[in-house]
């Protein structure tokens, strides 16, 4: 691969980087706050069955409403619908708290070989950026786990309007770092919204597998090419 004409992209959840402890988990610390003693197992899986319920949503011009937090409120309020809470519960404000609690980098865990490979691909001369379904938490998220820096730029879905798989996120990319499909790499670990998002856009795709297949694996693969 011609570093000085290509560019690696990276997804950052499940690919860089990961939760600490279970989603449930912290949706049920964070109940707790509120005087309720919530069973992490069932929201984890409520979590679980919102997230796969998801649709790619239509493009918007620009940023998306508020950053996603409706979209994020509504999809914990999903997560919810099979976990008895009193009527008075304030969801609203436990709604709050826990959306900036996962702006925290201290809750997430770089997987263990991915600061290796970023400043081995950096000492190399290869151009690094982030395709992320995310919002911009994640621009505090990698600055606090002191991972911003191995990136010239980073697409974030909120930011721009449009999220994997949809060709516009990939296109955006594109035209912000001045370069073709051919390329373009995506680094991810979801065949739904990485995989298919960057084959119908004319990228290549490598997708970490773990523990089978991490990212030493896959950026070997890389480099081969």
Known sequence: MDKMNQVIFFDVGGTLIRL????GYYYAEMAWHYGL?????????????????????????????????????SLVLEAWSQHPRPEAFPFNDYFEELYGYFARPGIWKIFPE???????????????????NWDRRLRSILSGL?????????????????EKPHLGIFQIAMERFKIEASQAILVGDEPRFDEEGARSAGWGIRLVDRPGRDLRDVLADC???
């Open 37 to 73: 003693r919530a069973d992490a197992l069932i929201l984890q899986e409520g979590f679980k069955r919102a997230w796969k319920s998801l649709e790619p949503r239509d493009p918007v011009a620009g940023n998306r409403i508020k950053d996603d937090k409706g979209w994020w409120r």
């Open 20 to 23: 600490a402890q279970p989603v």
């Open 223 to 225: 480099l081969r090419k």
């Open 114 to 132: 991915v600061e290796g490979c970023l400043s081995e691909l950096r000492q190399r001369g290869y151009r690094l950026g982030v395709l992320s």
């Open 146 to 162: 002191e991972l911003m820096d191995y990136f010239e730029d980073c697409v974030i879905s909120s930011e721009v309007g449009v």
